[in-house]
């Protein structure tokens, strides 16, 4: 059966410092892998996704960035992080469409707070 | 534009039938998924419809019209566990899914 793990967690970072938010996926191979940020009382917001191995697509411009340094591995990283990072991000997971139903598969989140 | 519209909060009672609507404006369609969050964690799939029609999956149906762009779910004998976030994502011609922001449901004893 198929998994889906990210970590960490939880963490608490101060402004300006490093992020690296990893998620690994089990039991499947050439997964869409997709990077969401959910505020507070608000909907998911896509920040990236990919079809494949290195290949990424933006949706939203800020100062995060996304890489997959292999086909079941999928990366958030940021070099300066700001107060308005903090949320709760969520990687997630589908077959490639055409395929199934498109349905997504979410690990289990990473609470960020910036302070 | 694209848009998402459901009620932000609803309350029903304990053993009682609740109907969480949802209208949206999408670039293309390819169905609608209904997805569950608890507080704090992740959404879980609840359903999908691409067709119009009632799917029913237990204590939980799914009505879709597209001509309409609109889909409800339903929830029957409501348990204390139902307590959470219900989110509604049409799919776009992207096979991309729109959120919106969820209707966070109350149950009450």
């Known amino acids: 059966s198929q998994t889906i793990h990210q970590w960490p967690a939880t963490l608490v970072q101060p402004v300006g410092s490093p992020l690296s938010l990893e998620c690994t996926v089990e039991g499947t191979s050439n997964p869409n892998l997709y990077w969401y940020r959910q505020a507070a009382g608000r909907g998911l917001q896509l920040l990236f996704y990919s079809v494949g191995i290195g290949q990424i697509s933006s949706e939203v411009p800020q100062n995060l960035s996304a890489s997959r340094p292999q086909d079941r591995q999928f990366i958030l990283s940021s070099k300066k992080l700001l107060l308005s990072d903090s949320g709760f991000y969520l990687c997630?997971?589908?077959?490639?469409?055409?395929?199934?139903?498109?349905?997504?598969?979410f690990g289990e989140g990473s609470r960020l707070t910036v302070l | 534009g694209q848009n998402i519209d459901q009620p932000t909060e609803m309350t029903a009672t304990e053993g009682a039938i609740v109907q969480i609507n949802c209208t949206y404006q999408?670039?293309?369609?390819?169905?609608l998924f209904w997805y569950q969050q608890h507080a704090g964690e992740a959404p879980t799939f609840l359903s999908y419809n691409v067709l119009d029609g009632l799917e029913e999956k237990g204590r939980f149906s799914s009505f879709l019209s597209r001509s309409k762009g609109y889909s409800y779910l339903l929830l029957k004998e409501l348990q204390m566990k139902d307590s959470a976030s219900y989110l509604c994502a049409p799919m776009d011609s992207n096979y991309q899914l729109i959120w919106g922001a969820g209707t966070k449901l109350i149950i009450k004893p």
């Open positions: 999408t670039s293309g369609f390819n169905g």
């Open positions: 997630a997971w589908s077959v490639s469409p055409g395929h199934s139903t498109g349905e997504l598969f």
